[in-house]
């Protein structure tokens, strides 16, 4: 008997093992890369933001509720070099075009640069909204909104209070400045 039950402990502990396939995601682009030269990266809680400071409508608190943080990542060009950020925006792309992954909103061109908006979830109950920017002139930044079903058209209605946050209180600001 004891040695059937050893036979089965080791049958489901390879079974988990097998199980977890680690596929890259953003997620683990995110954990391998911050600590790497030429990027920065910051984790915010979005009580940071000082949201409770300014006068909101009830969309956008409704919103603001639905964020828990952002985590954003940025490889500058000011100090990284043009083959290293060709690289990391290749694979960055291939991420955000997994299947995990859907397009919400693709602005700019080649030579000013380019921002695409994509999210996990549905519609009504996005579980990450991903923003990524890139630049041939300054680099990329990748910014990851993670909360519990956002929605999005109440997202959208953030963009007017967004120059009202504490970015200084957060130092979002240094993370501007390493980019530019």
């Known amino acids: 008997m004891k040695q059937f039950n050893a036979i089965l402990a080791f049958m489901f502990s390879l079974f988990v093992l097998m199980s977890c396939e680690t596929k890259p995601s953003l997620q683990t682009y995110f954990v391998d890369h911050q600590e ?57 792309k291939a991420l955000l075009n997994g299947e995990n992954y859907n397009e919400l909103l693709r602005l700019g061109n080649p030579k000013e640069g380019k921002i695409k908006l994509t999210y996990t979830g549905s519609d009504e109950a996005i579980d990450e909204l991903v923003i990524f920017g890139e630049s041939k002139e300054f680099g990329f930044a990748i910014i990851r909104v993670l909360g519990d079903d956002m929605n999005v058209s109440k997202i959208m209605e953030l963009g007017p209070i967004i120059n009202k946050l504490d970015t200084k209180e957060m130092n979002v600001d240094g993370f501007l400045d390493f980019m530019l």
């Open 36 to 92: 790497t030269p030429n990027f920065i990266s910051m984790d915010v809680p979005i009580s940071f933001l000082g949201v409770n400071d300014i006068q909101v409508t009830k969309a956008q608190k409704e919103a603001i509720a639905s964020i828990d943080k952002l985590n954003m990542l940025g490889y500058s060009l000011k100090s990284g070099s043009l083959d290293v950020y060709n690289e990391e925006v290749t694979k960055i």
